[in-house]
T-cell receptor, first 114, second 113 residues
């Protein structure tokens, strides 16, 4: 998957705790996308970020979810006060520019809320 | 509102035969169409793409056809191999701030030896 690194691969949280998922894009890629896949469903767009900017957050739940892509370091998807419905696979993807066909996914982070 | 539709949830094909996976879309502003392959517990792997200005793109055993007037695309795999068994996602993207990928629900391909 062309070097998109996500961690942790698996994360278990109790209801009410916080989950932080990290994504390091392919070296040189400045565009990051987060997707969520619920059981038995396809991938749903959450947020699109460039360095230090949120470009499109139309897929993010209005509460408890936030994302950032700082100038230095990985992109972070943060889920506060997790609930069981947040249990899903979260995928990060990166591309070197907007548009085009070069967008690569990481292996995903599986969040389980107990 | 599902903008990218993969109406068949599964397909079973004999090894060596052709697999044809279909995808329909509703948004005429989509600029690129991509196919991804996904195994359980792994991330999607990019397979092949096509620009909206083309009607065919071929890469080895994989060919994607685009019919813009029908808002329809298809992925052909020939010859199909057992290792092709996976979930295949059709995705589409626009440009600029609309460059996010919109995915279909996927189709599970099973290639029988």
């Amino acid at each position: 998957n062309a070097g998109v690194m996500q961690n942790p691969r698996h994360l278990v949280r109790r209801r009410g705790q916080e989950a932080r998922l990290r994504c390091s894009p392919v070296k040189g890629h400045s565009h990051v996308y987060w997707y969520r896949q619920l059981p038995e469903e396809g991938l749903k767009f959450m947020v699109y970020l460039q360095k230090e900017n949120i470009i499109d957050e139309s897929g993010m739940p209005k509460e408890r979810f936030s994302a950032e892509f700082p100038k230095e370091g990985p992109s972070i998807l943060r889920i506060q006060q997790v609930v069981r419905g947040d249990s899903a696979a979260y995928f990060c993807a990166s591309s070197p520019r907007e548009g085009g066909n070069t967008i690569y996914f990481g292996e995903g982070s599986w969040l389980t809320v107990v | 509102d599902q903008q990218v539709k993969q109406n068949s949830p599964s397909l079973s094909v004999q090894e060596g035969r052709i697999s044809i996976l279909n995808c329909d879309y509703t948004n005429s502003m989509f600029d690129y169409f991509l196919w991804y392959k996904k195994y359980p517990a792994e991330g999607p792997t990019f397979l092949i793409s096509i620009s909206s200005i083309k009607d065919k793109n071929e890469d080895g055993r994989f060919t994607v056809f685009l019919n813009k007037s029908a808002k329809h695309l298809s992925l052909h795999i020939v010859p199909s191999q057992p290792g092709d068994s996976a979930v295949y996602f059709c995705a589409a993207r626009g440009t600029g701030a609309n460059s996010k990928l919109t995915f279909g629900k996927g189709i599970t391909l099973s290639v029988r030896p």
